[in-house]
């Protein structure tokens, strides 16, 4: 079973910047052998999808954060990332990471095909 360490959340200013990371154990468990994705839920919304890579690099963002965001991984390190840029309040929000089938990596998989999630970060944009 795979697990799955987030870390890297916190409060910035609007324009700001974060980097999240996921890393996946044990080590087993390789990032490039999943779809990787990173969803988000601020409160009194629905859970989104925000980002995913596949093991080619392949990538796909939300609107909402395209140009903003990237999200790329390190297999040596087992580790997935989700680099935030010109943040804005609107970002606010409890991330999570979530490792998928490749199957399903055409597109941000759907929650229903997420079996393994991270515990959730907090992202705060201040105005």
């Known amino acids: 079973q795979v697990h799955l360490a987030v870390s890297g959340g916190g409060t910035v200013q609007r324009g700001g910047s974060l980097r999240l990371s996921c890393t996946t154990s044990?080590?087993?468990?390789?990032?490039?052998?999943?779809?990787m994705a990173w969803f988000r839920q601020a409160p009194g919304k629905e859970r989104e999808g925000v980002a995913r890579i596949d093991q080619m690099v392949r990538t796909d963002y939300a609107l909402s954060v395209k140009g903003r965001f990237t999200i790329f991984t390190d297999p040596a390190e087992n580790t997935l990332y989700l680099e935030m840029s010109n943040l804005k309040p609107e970002d606010s929000a409890m991330y999570y990471c979530?490792?998928?089938?490749?199957?399903?990596?055409?597109?941000?998989?759907?929650?229903?095909?997420?079996?393994?999630w991270g515990q959730g970060t907090q992202v705060t944009v201040s105005t």
């Open positions: 044990p080590y087993a468990y390789s990032v490039s052998d999943y779809c």
């Open positions: 979530a490792a998928s089938s490749l199957y399903y990596c055409t597109q941000i998989p759907s929650e229903g095909r997420i079996p393994h």
